[in-house]
T-cell receptor, first 111, second 113 residues
Framework: TQLLEQSPQFLSIQEGENLTVYCNSSSVFSSLQWYRQEPGEGPVLLVTVVTGGEVKKLKRLTFQFGDARKDSSLHITAAQPGDTGLYLCAGRNSGNTPLVFGKGTRLSVIA | DAGITQSPRHKVTETGTPVTLRCHQTENHRYMYWYRQDPGHGLRLIHYSYGVKDTDKGEVSDGYSVSRSKTEDFLLTLESATSSQTSVYFC????????????FGSGTQLSVL
């Protein structure tokens, strides 16, 4: 079983601060996805990264896939209360295999 | 929102009773998945389906069975529920293309007493 380790597990910050969360594995993934989940709802996809070294931006969120395709990071600039939620990374080791999820980082942004 | 409906949304049952959770989609997606989400464990795959009557086991399949007799419906059955199966269950769908994203339902909170 491939493991995706996410850190930190919990993060509480003030509005306006920057933060980075990490997703690491000893396995190589063909692609990696980041999802955000709000209470009482299912996860919703934020981004998919496929190429080693790839960087994608979604407004104040920056996603990076490691050069070796074993790790990824999510950086949030000037966090807002609306960013509060559970952030999950998920990876595939080939195109159509089921996703493996990390345990998530629970982010709380305080106004 | 993707057309995924999970039913029931909440259920309380007793140990040893059978339970069936239903996932219904209106997207005609080929792949359907059942995950469970527990504190400290994240999302874990129970079973998935890649077509009508085509299913496969996931990471935590013991104690669960599934059936898919129509494209739009994927049923998860706990033949004899145990307290360890208390969890939030999520259904997800995808078209199955390479690196395709998953669309999730809103979840079923199951409590086994």
């Amino acid at each position: 079983t491939q493991l995706l380790e996410q850190s930190p597990q919990f993060l509480s910050i003030q509005e306006g601060e920057n933060l980075t969360v990490y997703c690491n594995s000893s396995s190589v993934f063909s692609s990696l996805q980041w999802y955000r989940q709000e209470p009482g709802e299912g996860p919703v996809l934020l981004v998919t990264v496929v190429t080693g070294g790839e960087v994608k931006k979604l407004k104040r969120l920056t996603f990076q896939f490691g050069d070796a395709r074993k790790d990824s990071s999510l950086h949030i600039t000037a966090a807002q209360p609306g960013d509060t939620g559970l952030y999950l990374c998920a990876g595939r080791n080939s195109g159509n295999t089921p996703l493996v999820f990390g345990k998530g980082t629970r982010l709380s942004v305080i106004a | 929102d993707a057309g995924i409906t999970q039913s029931p949304r909440h259920k309380v049952t007793e140990t040893g009773t059978p339970v069936t959770l239903r996932c219904h989609q209106t997207e005609n997606h080929r792949y359907m998945y059942w995950y469970r989400q527990d504190p400290g464990h994240g999302l874990r795959l129970i079973h998935y389906s890649y077509g009508v009557k085509d299913t496969d086991k996931g990471e935590v399949s013991d104690g669960y069975s599934v059936s898919r007799s129509k494209t739009e419906d994927f049923l998860l059955t706990l033949e004899s529920a145990t307290s360890s199966q208390t969890s939030v269950y999520f259904c997800a769908i995808s078209r199955g293309s390479t690196n395709e994203k998953l669309f999730f339902g809103s979840g079923t909170q199951l409590s086994v007493l």
